[in-house]
């Protein structure tokens, strides 16, 4: 059962709680998705009812930021604590780099992903980085077929909100990947 802030459920997960259920998702047949709302999500979907279906339909939706925090408490609905995106992203990828799933980055300028993969690979050791590829493409079907070809397990959809939620929800069962995640400029911070 997902809490209610205004609108846009959320899992009333601690972080290690999402990150065992992000990795379970990530291990199961078929696609699947999470989202990481932060309070600009969540006043953007007010307004934007499409994007507030694709947040509501996600398959782990977490509270990426305090406010978002605040708002449960204010609503008396209150939440474990926050799950910020990148938190939960390292979380995955310290248990990636046992499982052996493959991953994907896509998302933010030219040669900022192959950067974060380089940091990524050398600050996880045994982590399996299978492609990366920047945001700012044109065409979005030679890129499903470079994720679908380099046999990603999880996707790091890192294109801004609301575009990586349509991005992977569009997309993402075409990939082949069992768990996308939409992670905002994540790319650029594993990349600084
Ligand atoms: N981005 C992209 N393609 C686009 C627009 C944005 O890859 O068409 C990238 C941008 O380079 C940045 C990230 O998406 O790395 C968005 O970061 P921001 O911090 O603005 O997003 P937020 O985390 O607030 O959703």
Known sequence: ???????????????AEAVAAGTALSESEGFHYAVTPNPEFILAAKKDEAFRRILNAADLALADGVGVVYAAKILGRPL?????????????????AHTGASLFLLGAKPGVAEQAAENLRKAHPGLLICGTHDGYFQEDAPVVEEIKAAKADVLFTCLGAPKQEHWMVQYGPETGVKLAVGLGGSLDVFAG
């Open 80 to 96: 474990k604590g926050r799950v910020p995106g990148i938190d939960f992203a390292q979380g995955l990828l310290s248990r990636m």
């Open 1 to 15: 059962m997902k809490t209610d802030i205004l609108g846009v459920g959320i899992d009333d997960l601690t972080l």
